[in-house]
């Protein structure tokens, strides 16, 4: 049976070591929360004293850790010359490209295969194990971690070397948080001008603007499938989060010289709609902040 030292079980980390012990692995599980090691406990995880502890006879290492600095502080003062050599290190944690490539490098001269392997889907999809593996790292490194990943997600897709993760899951999510406020804008314009909101989705999705946001994730109540806007937009994927990713995004196209300015103004949007207290809702909530 493999093992695996799962650190970091917050509101994704949580249900992705609880598929991955439903799935037969042995899942030795690590947090600071108290709560959290109960909840793993109670899924079949065996709950870890300490890093060290959940480390011990590991085969594999999964991380799922707030930022980079975090990623950075488990790998160097945790894993390193502490895991055995040849250990599989997974972290599916979404953190900057320049640490994920920094810690892939450390990480092969130590003796170890490392991959980046952040993930799309959100907390619903973390628990029912249907989330997207966009990985970073080299060939074995993927073959490696591809049965592991499948056991919590729907696809699992290799996107090229160390850090490849990482640039994937914030163009992917840079893209997405601009395409939602183009689709909050044009429901918020559709409705000034008289048009009923259903009746502009059922033409809009079929015509030349149909994009997920608005046919998978609309952020008007009661328009197509039901999504967080139905429920006063709580759950999904939280502002807080999207602001994250966007600033990841841009901190990117910086150092890379890029031009992005539709999602910079996404960035500016987002940060002003958290500065009003609204992090914790659904990032399609931004249409509040267009009426």
Same mark, same amino acid.
């Given at each position: ?15 992705? +070591? ?5 799935? =037969? ?29 959940? *480390? ?7 991380t799922m850790l707030p930022a980079g600095q975090h990623v950075a502080g488990v ?7 502490? #895991?055995? +050599?040849?250990? *599989? ?24 295969? +490392? ?43 290799? @996107? ?7 640039? @994937? ?16 804008? #044009? ?8 048009l009923d909101p259903q009746r502009f989705y059922d033409i809009a999705s079929v ?21 967080? @806007? ?7 994927? +939280? ?8 600033? *990841? ?13 539709? =999602? ?28």
């Amino acid at each position: 049976m493999t093992t695996i030292a799962f650190i970091g079980l917050g509101n994704m980390g949580g249900g992705m +070591a609880a598929n991955l012990a439903a799935k =037969g692995y042995d899942v030795r599980a690590f947090d600071l929360s108290a709560e959290a090691l109960e909840k793993a406990k109670a899924a079949g995880c065996t709950a870890a004293a300490s890093a060290a502890d959940a *480390l011990a006879g590991a085969d594999a290492v999964v991380t799922m850790l707030p930022a980079g600095q975090h990623v950075a502080g488990v790998y160097r003062d945790e894993v390193f010359g502490k #895991a055995a +050599a040849g250990t *599989l290190l997974i972290d599916c944690s979404t953190i900057d490209v320049a640490t994920a490539k920094a810690l892939g490098a450390e990480a092969a001269a130590k003796g170890y295969v +490392a991959v980046d392997a952040p993930v799309s889907g959100g907390i619903a999809a973390a628990n029912a194990g249907t989330l997207t593996f966009m990985v970073g790292g080299p060939d074995d490194g993927f073959a490696r971690a591809q049965p592991i990943l499948q056991a919590m997600g729907k696809a699992v897709i290799h @996107a090229g070397g160390s850090g490849a993760g990482q640039t @994937a899951k914030i163009c992917n999510n840079m893209l997405l948080g601009a395409s939602m406020v183009a689709t909050a804008e #044009a429901f918020v314009l559709a409705d000034k001008l008289g048009l009923d909101p259903q009746r502009f989705y059922d033409i809009a999705s079929v015509s030349s603007g149909q994009c997920w946001s608005m046919t998978s994730y609309c952020p008007v109540p009661g328009v197509g499938p039901e999504t967080p @806007a139905d429920r006063g937009y709580q759950g999904g994927f +939280a502002v807080a989060l999207m602001l994250k990713d966007l600033r *990841l995004a841009a901190e990117a196209a910086g150092s890379a010289s890029a031009s992005t300015p539709m =999602g910079a103004r996404a960035l500016e949007l987002y940060e002003a709609f958290a500065a009003e207290g609204q992090g914790g809702l659904d990032f399609s909530a931004i249409i509040k902040s267009l009426r």
